[in-house]
């Protein structure tokens, strides 16, 4: 990628995960990551570039199975967004709604494929101003394909250049805005134990789990990608059976929003400008007590993945 101005830039066709067989197959709640090898380093070593302004986007799903059609962005559930992040695994489809699935008719191996095209994206900003014209940047990366029992299915490294040229207008005046999670709040947990955990409710808190920095008025979403907690056999609850809060602590003076999860973005959270700091939040995940549903379910772990995004107010 060559970036020629403050407003970085975009391929459009940067990448195409491919999945391909032959003959059935059935393999659902299947997982893409990508991770970082190691920072984005310039070539003369001088020079480092922000992994988190760097982002995939996807474009269009294709391929080829028998009887159904190749499912869609939409069908798979996959982030519209995913920003690169320093040493951490992000995930471009978290749990996939479609399964990879094809089935031969009578004695004929039907040839399966799916491709997912990605754009990737370097975000625009006054930060580009730091590197001098013509430095040159790689970004090794490694994609991992599971499947529902965290087995890994497929893995490949690629290599993206990033090329800072000389910039074309003035640095802008950009909302430049970040959310940063704590490692234990990376993978919420609610536990049911014991009667009582069933009759009175259960919580957990992840105490200043969520750090935001913001040079603007920003607003924080959260969705779920998924439209149940699922298991691996397939069983379900629903979203709305689990509650979520914010709470700002440290002198944060943000509103908060107590929310039932959803599939569809939710505001939870509104602050003002944090002075060039991080400002604080605990994480709340709660139940309500002698809720039928948790009581019916069939034992096991249910999980979903959730989407958080900051934007301006």
């Not at 970004?139 to 299915?153: G, S």
């Not at 809060?245 to 509103?255: D, E, H, M, V």
């Amino acid at each position: 990628m060559s970036v020629s101005s403050y407003g970085g830039n975009t391929i459009p066709d940067a990448y195409t995960a491919s999945f391909s067989g032959n003959g059935y197959l059935n393999v659902p709640y299947w997982r893409l990551s990508v991770r970082l090898k190691q920072p984005v380093t310039s070539t003369d070593g001088n020079y480092t570039l922000p992994a988190n302004k760097i982002s995939f986007s996807p474009v269009s799903s294709s391929g080829n199975a028998f009887p159904y059609a190749i499912p869609t962005i939409s069908q798979i559930g996959m982030p519209l967004n995913v920003v690169m992040q320093e040493g951490q695994e992000v995930f471009l489809v978290p749990q996939s709604n479609a399964a990879f699935y094809n089935s031969p008719f009578l004695f004929f191996g039907y040839y399966y494929n799916l491709q997912l095209k990605y754009s990737l994206s370097l975000a625009g900003g006054a930060y580009l101003g730091n590197y001098p014209a013509w430095t040159t940047f790689s970004a090794p990366m490694q994609f991992t394909a599971y499947d529902r029992y965290n087995n890994v299915i497929g893995r490949i490294d690629h290599v993206f250049q990033f090329q800072i040229g000389t910039l074309s207008g003035n640095p802008p005046d950009t909302p430049e805005m970040s959310l940063k999670f704590s490692a234990d709040a990376m993978n919420g947990l609610l536990e049911f134990k014991s009667r009582n955990d069933y009759a009175n409710g259960v919580s957990t808190s992840y105490p200043g789990a969520l750090a935001v920095r913001s040079n603007t008025n920003y607003q924080i979403k959260i969705r779920s990608l998924q439209n149940n907690f699922v298991s691996a056999a397939g069983n379900t609850l629903p979203l709305d059976a689990v509650k979520f809060a914010l709470a700002p602590i440290n002198g944060n003076n943000a509103t908060v929003y107590p929310i039932s999860l959803a599939s569809w973005s939710q505001l939870v959270a509104k602050g003002a400008y944090t002075q060039g700091s991080n400002v604080y939040y605990d994480m709340n995940y709660s139940t309500n007590a002698n809720d039928q549903r948790f009581i019916d379910a069939k034992p096991a772990d249910y999980t979903t993945t959730l989407q958080f995004e900051i934007t301006p107010q």
